[in-house]
């Protein structure tokens, strides 16, 4: 964790505005509203968007860092909202709520992580406007050989007090070389 | 709150995937280039217009075109990707010329000559969202972009009318 401390300020230091991003994306679920009416298949789209997205950021976080290894989960949480938030969105969420095997958490968020004045309409209010991140983690975690659950559990934008995103570990993903290969 | 995502600023990776995704859908589930490049640049406009909204207090209270046109390459291109525009140039008849000479989304994919082919329609998005920019001011201007030397972009502004 050391090392990937020191070196990582600087292969991070291309950014762009944050409202770029955050408009591009409300543009994007605007427009999935419109060709989609139902709610789950929103969901379901923006989950697997976040899924591409996030197997080729790990690619890039792992192409930079290959000495990044986790043993356990807690500490895979910690990278995901110490560097992977804080590098790619510009905040830390609080990681809390473990279960008493360390299994799953959840992140809060006192926002919605990629809303900035954004109102759900009426007929709209049960999808979940930031369900890219669920895809995004999710990739990201297989690239690295765990296969987890990602979902909300909450949002602002839907009244609640703070937005919750719920991971829970499943299991890892075992290396299907074939014999004689490596 | 809007102070602090102000200041925050976001992973050019991020982004620039996240616009792929968003080039991607479209292209997959779109009919025909055209009905393609209609709808990535109506989601720009969109974003533009919604934009423009945002920074409206700040904006000079001007009907001049060319202050507009300024204020877009200074102001307006520092807040979406924190750089100003490297160039900008006019053939004095309603054309104006936005010289960028790295745009951030040409880097991320690639330098070869194959990508040259698809990059007007890669660049629709950015051009309708600097299109809804100008749309807000009253300003009708349709927004092409000319990449011969990537990763510089050169985005056309041409303006048909004050309104």
């Known amino acids: ?182 | 709150m809007a102070k602090a995502i102000q200041e925050r600023e976001i992973g050019l990776d991020l982004f620039a995937f996240l616009h792929g995704e968003v080039y991607s859908f479209v292209t997959r589930t779109g009919t025909d280039p055209e009905q393609q490049s209609t709808k990535l640049r109506a989601m720009g406009i969109r974003a533009g217009q919604v934009l423009q909204e945002r920074l409206n207090l700040e904006a000079p209270r001007t009907q001049d075109e060319v202050d507009i046109v300024r204020f877009v390459c200074r102001d307006v291109w520092t807040h979406l990707y924190l750089k100003q525009i490297d160039k900008l140039r006019t053939d004095n008849k309603g054309a104006y010329y936005l010289i960028d000479n790295e745009f951030c989304l040409i880097k991320q994919v690639s330098d070869s000559m194959q990508y040259l082919r698809d990059l007007p329609l890669f660049l629709e998005f950015t051009c309708g969202l600097i299109q809804g920019i100008f749309v807000q001011f009253g300003i009708s201007a349709i927004v092409t972009p000319e990449v011969t030397h990537p990763p510089m972009c050169i985005f056309k502004v041409q303006i048909h009318n004050v309104k």
């Open chain 1, 1 to 182: 964790m050391a090392r990937l401390k020191a070196s990582y300020s600087e292969a991070f230091t291309k950014k762009v505005g944050t409202e770029l991003f955050l408009l591009t994306y409300g543009s994007l679920v605007a427009q999935l509203i419109q060709d989609y009416e139902d709610n789950d298949e929103i969901n379901t789209q923006l989950d697997k968007m976040g899924y591409n997205i996030g197997l080729r950021l790990a690619d890039d976080f792992l192409a930079r860092y290959p000495q990044t290894k986790c043993v356990e989960f807690r500490e895979t949480a910690d990278v995901i909202a110490k560097f992977g938030f804080k590098n790619y969105l510009g905040f830390v969420p609080v990681v809390d709520k473990w279960n008493p095997s360390d299994r799953s958490c959840s992140l809060f968020f006192d926002h919605n992580p990629l809303a900035e004045f954004v109102e759900l309409p009426p007929e709209h209010a049960s999808l979940w406007y930031a369900n890219i991140l669920c895809g995004v983690l999710r990739g990201a975690l297989e690239v690295v050989h765990l296969e987890v659950e990602v979902k909300f559990l909450q949002d602002v934008l839907r009244g609640d007090d703070k937005t919750e995103l719920y991971i829970r570990f499943i299991r890892k993903i075992e290396d299907t070389v074939p014999p004689g290969e490596d």
